[in-house]
Each structure stands twice: as structure tokens, then as C-alpha cells.
């Protein structure tokens, strides 16, 4: 089954990981690369662990969002 869910689609019911309990794992997908931005309104409560090219985005992002905020 694959479901959209704001601009993402994830196949299947999320699954908890077997040594974090508390954590769940979800795959999802996104038509363009940039659109993994939605995924900053969860802040330290998501982790993006693939593709790396997912993760440089985010990591791009969040570089923009701290430079504009002033975070050294």
C-alpha cells in the first residue's frame, strides 16, 4: 500500500526499531529532493538516516536557518 501524506508517500505501517523501542521507523519519499525540507518542521524528533543526498539537504537547510537566526 502506498499512501501521500503532505507532499511525501510512505509505503507500508511504520515499524518500530528493535533496539529503540521508542523509535519508529518509516520509509518515505519525495518527488523532488528539496521537498525533505518538510521534514525540518519535526525538528530533533526525526532523523533522516538515507540517502545521503536527503541528509546534505537537511543539513543545508538547517546551515541556512542557524545563519539567519545568528547561531554561530
Do not use: C, K, N
Not at 53 to 71: F, H, K, Q, T
Amino acid at each position: 500500500m502506498v499512501t501521500r501524506i503532505a507532499g511525501a508517500y510512505f509505503a507500508g505501517p511504520p515499524a518500530p526499531l528493535e533496539d529503540e523501542p521508542e523509535w519508529m521507523s518509516v520509509h518515505l519519499t519525495y518527488p523532488v529532493l528539496e521537498a525533505v525540507r518538510h521534514l525540518l518542521q519535526f525538528g530533533a524528533s526525526v532523523e533522516v538516516t538515507g540517502p545521503p543526498e536527503a541528509r546534505a539537504e537537511l543539513l543545508r537547510a538547517s546551515a541556512e536557518i542557524a545563519e539567519m537566526y545568528g547561531a554561530a
